[in-house]
């Protein structure tokens, strides 16, 4: 939407416990942070806004870490 409101177009699932998402400078990937395991799940951002993901991945030692970066 031109004036900046998001909208709920769907819900998509994560890995148990989810503590932060960052999307990347072209907008067009979302990775999520889950602190139960130290997973990252990562997502295509589609021209409609909804998600599909893509893969997800184990950080080593990561379980219980706060916060994650994308460029």
């Known amino acids: 939407m ?3 409101t998001l909208s ?4 998509t699932s994560t890995d148990a416990g989810t503590v932060d998402a960052a999307a990347s400078a072209d907008g067009q990937s ?3 942070q ?5 997973i990252v ?7 409609d806004g ?3 993901q893509i893969g997800s ?3 080593a030692n990561a379980n ?3 916060g994650i970066a994308a460029v």
């Not at 709920?8 to 819900?11: A, M």
């Not at 889950?34 to 130290?38: I, L, V």
């Not at 799940?41 to 021209?47: G, L, R, S």
């Open 50 to 52: 909804s998600l599909t």
């Open 64 to 66: 219980r870490r706060r």
């Open 57 to 59: 991945v184990t950080v």
């Open 34 to 38: 889950t602190g139960a395991n130290g």
């Open 8 to 11: 709920l177009l769907d819900q």
């Open 2 to 4: 031109p004036h900046g």
């Open 30 to 32: 979302l990775y999520v």
């Open 41 to 47: 799940d990562e997502y295509h951002v589609n021209t």
